[in-house]
């Protein structure tokens, strides 16, 4: 059965787990439409005092939060439901907090920036031994680069300077980056001016 056909049914309650407000938001709302029941948290502390209350069935967890890390939301789901079934979300990927994710009781991880038909694929995959199926329209690499600039410069308060820094990355280059693969009409992205 496809993901269009899945989409009719319900699938059960998602906790989504996210400090970026606006990941959250636009996930909640497209899972939902994906089939699933949502419920959404900003912090370790708010996705911990939402589980007994909403005992969800599947998470999508953020490995790194505000106010700290997103395996306590893991270990303690866990603990508590055995059977959920969740997926770590980060933007900070690599083999050694995957295999963290895993061992605590992820069923797997994917690095932002995910679209939902990734993470419901994530969600509801039944072989562990296989990947799920590449979405129908995947990212460009282009376009995951510019995504995950833009993600530093937003964190950077829009300062071109530090963001430079942080991606060890010249100022000028950053600059055409930005202004080449900046998102046009209705795409996401405020248009406001770049700062020094």
């Known amino acids: 059965m496809g993901l269009a056909a899945e989409a009719l ?3 059960g309650k998602l ?3 996210d400090d970026d407000c606006v990941l959250a938001a636009y996930l909640g709302k497209t899972m939902e439409k994906n089939g699933f029941e949502v419920e959404t ?3 370790i ?3 911990l005092e939402k589980l007994d209350r909403y005992k969800p069935d599947f998470a999508l967890i953020d490995l790194r ?3 700290g890390n997103g395996l306590t939301v893991v270990e303690t789901l ?3 439901f055995p059977d959920c079934r969740i997926v770590m979300l980060t933007a900070f990927g690599n083999i050694a907090t995957a295999v963290s994710a895993v061992r605590a009781g992820a069923i ?3 690095s932002k920036p995910a679209d939902a038909e990734t993470v419901t694929a994530a969600l509801l995959q039944t072989d562990m031994s296989q990947l799920p199926e590449p979405p129908e329209d995947p990212m460009t690499a282009e376009r995951v680069r510019w995504e995950h600039i833009q993600r530093i410069y937003e964190q950077c308060g829009r300062n071109i300077s530090e963001t430079a820094r942080r991606l060890k990355m010249h100022r000028r280059t ?3 980056i930005l202004h080449k693969y900046a998102p046009r009409d209705n795409d996401c992205g405020s248009g406001s001016p770049i700062k020094d």
Do not use: F, P, T
């Open 78 to 80: 866990k603990k508590s």
């Open 45 to 47: 502390a708010g996705g």
């Open 15 to 17: 906790l989504i787990v």
């Open 108 to 110: 797997d991880y994917i």
């Open 41 to 43: 948290a900003n912090s």
């Open 65 to 67: 939060l505000k106010d």
């Open 174 to 176: 950053l600059q055409r």
């Open 9 to 11: 049914e319900h699938h």
